[in-house]
T-cell receptor, first 116, second 109 residues
């Protein structure tokens, strides 16, 4: 158990819909990262928040957005869903000090999103 | 953009055989991380290498960082069935963590 929790575990929805994925970081971690893992694209970094502020942005679509709340939990919002958005979405957390790559990241169990 | 090549893509070994995965970057790295993801699981941090030529060991796992800091390897001695999974290298590019495509390891008992 990494200490990072994600809900829901599974999500099945239809094209055009909007969903929200939730992540609670490890106690004491200030940084939250979101990743998308699909068979053809591998593990893709989406976005990072540090103590409530956006810190780094990856290959995140404009239809996707995220935020980190004062209690440090984070939500990833996916809208106008397409079939290709079906994937495993991981949240990770770290202490958040120094540059991104110096931080050991602890991954949550993931949310499996299926868009029909 | 940043080029990260991880090879091989897939390896199937007999239990007891050794295994090595390689990660190559197109640019000089400040550091590199390695993660393991078991089937159906999530990535788990294994190690971080920072210094040129660095070698670190964790039981049967040996991690190396190249002298030029552009490549790294993970070697497993005498694989066991518990070693199955996907091994990823991860490196920083433009304040983002870029993961290699991963090497899938299967172990036949």
């Amino acid at each position: 158990d990494s200490g990072v929790t994600q809900t829901p575990k599974h999500l099945i929805t239809a094209t055009g819909q909007r969903v929200t994925l939730r992540c609670s970081p490890r106690s004491g971690d200030l940084s939250v990262y979101w990743y998308q893992q699909s068979l053809d694209q591998g593990l893709q970094f989406l976005i990072q928040y540090y103590n409530g502020e956006e810190r780094a942005k990856g290959n995140i679509l404009e239809r996707f957005s995220a935020q980190q709340f004062p209690d440090l939990h984070s939500e990833l919002n996916l809208s106008s869903l397409e079939l290709g958005d079906s994937a495993l979405y991981f949240c990770a957390s770290s202490v958040g000090l120094r540059e991104i790559s110096y931080n050991e990241q602890f991954f949550g169990p993931g949310t499996r999103l299926t868009v029909l | 953009g940043q080029q990260v090549m991880q090879i091989p893509q897939y390896q199937h070994v007999q239990e007891g055989e050794d295994f090595t995965t390689y990660c190559n970057s197109s640019t000089t790295l400040s550091n590199i991380q390695w993660y393991k993801q078991r089937p159906g699981g999530h990535p788990v941090f294994l190690i971080q290498l920072v210094k040129s030529g660095e070698v670190k060991k964790q039981k049967r796992l040996t991690f190396q960082f190249g002298e030029a800091k552009k490549n790294s390897s993970l070697h497993i001695t005498a694989t066991q069935t518990t070693d199955v999974g996907t091994y990823f290298c991860a490196l920083e590019y433009g304040n983002k963590l870029v993961f290699g495509a991963g090497t899938i390891l299967r172990v036949k008992s």
